[in-house]
Nanobody, 121 residues
Framework: QVQVVESGGGLVQTGGSLRLSCAAS????????MAWFRQAPGKEREFVAG????????YYRDSVKGRFVISRDNAKNTVYLQMNSLKPEDTAVYYC??????????????WGQGTLVTVSS
């Protein structure tokens, strides 16, 4: 099991940027692909971006391609999500989790508390 703490959310205007962080505990962090998910009010949680265990493989949902960048620092047990050109439809609670392989939307661990991103129009 890996436990995570997400941070970095906030209120931003359309077109703005935020950088989310996901600090993970547990010795298995560097042995797993990781992913960011989000859940907007009244909607199902959805996959946003994934990164392979070494960081060389990356996968995004179509709606964030060219705007979001996922990265990881295995020495710090941390995954990041740089979000640029934010849109109101990006408003959601953002979560990170382990996934079995790059591109998978199946979370392996219990969810953290998430971090709220609100994009005003």
């Amino acid at each position: 099991q890996v436990q995570v703490v997400e941070s970095g959310g906030g209120l931003v205007q359309t077109g703005g940027s935020l950088r989310l962080s996901c600090a993970a505990s547990g010795r298995t962090f560097s042995n797993n692909a990781m992913a960011w998910f989000r859940q907007a009010p009244g909607k199902e949680r959805e996959f946003v971006a994934g990164i392979s265990l070494g960081g060389t493989g990356i996968y995004y949902r179509d709606s964030v391609k060219g705007r979001f960048v996922i990265s990881r620092d295995n020495a710090k047990n941390t995954v990041y999500l740089q979000m640029n050109s934010l849109k109101p439809e990006d408003t959601a609670v953002y979560y990170c989790n382990r996934v079995p392989i790059l591109g998978s939307s199946r979370a392996l661990d219990a969810w953290g508390q998430g971090t709220l991103v609100t994009v005003s129009s």
